[in-house]
Nanobody, 128 residues
Framework: QLQLVESGGATVQPGGSLELSCAAS????????VAWHRRAPGKDREGVTC????????YYLDSVKGRFTISRDNAKKTVTLRMNNLRPEDTAVYYCAADHLDFFCADNLEKTLGMYYWGNGTLVTVSS
């Protein structure tokens, strides 16, 4: 069974940092474009960032540029989302998604919503 599992969600204070991890079972993330999405309370799901598998090019939502970094951990076979300088508006359930096609990872992050594999999410709360 092919699955994605997110981990690392927690409650942090504004200005704090957090690292989320996305792991796959049944397939190897090295060969897949991977994205992180989030759904804030009362809002639609939005693409936050993605990384291609052929080039490792990464794309970011404007509001997280300079604060969030997506990267591959080849040793652990995971994809990590490092989040710094967190804001209350970053509070959301964060999901990872993956697809074999780099087509779904582009500057237009809405394309990532078409990715095939999805995890069940991990909650990030930014609050003082």
């Amino acid at each position: 069974q092919l699955q994605l599992v997110e981990s690392g969600g927690a409650t942090v204070q504004p200005g704090g940092s957090l690292e989320l991890s996305c792991a796959a079972s049944g397939f190897i993330l090295d060969n897949y474009a991977v994205a992180w999405h989030r759904r804030a309370p009362g809002k639609d799901r939005e693409g936050v960032t993605c990384i291609q598998h052929s080039t490792n090019n990464a794309y970011y939502l404007d509001s997280v540029k300079g604060r969030f970094t997506i990267s591959r951990d080849n040793a652990k076979k995971t994809v990590t989302l490092r989040m710094n300088n967190l804001r209350p508006e970053d509070t959301a359930v964060y999901y990872c998604a993956a697809d074999h096609l780099d087509f779904f990872c582009a500057d237009n992050l809405e394309k990532t919503l078409g990715m095939y594999y999805w995890g069940n999410g991990t909650l990030v709360t930014v609050s003082s």
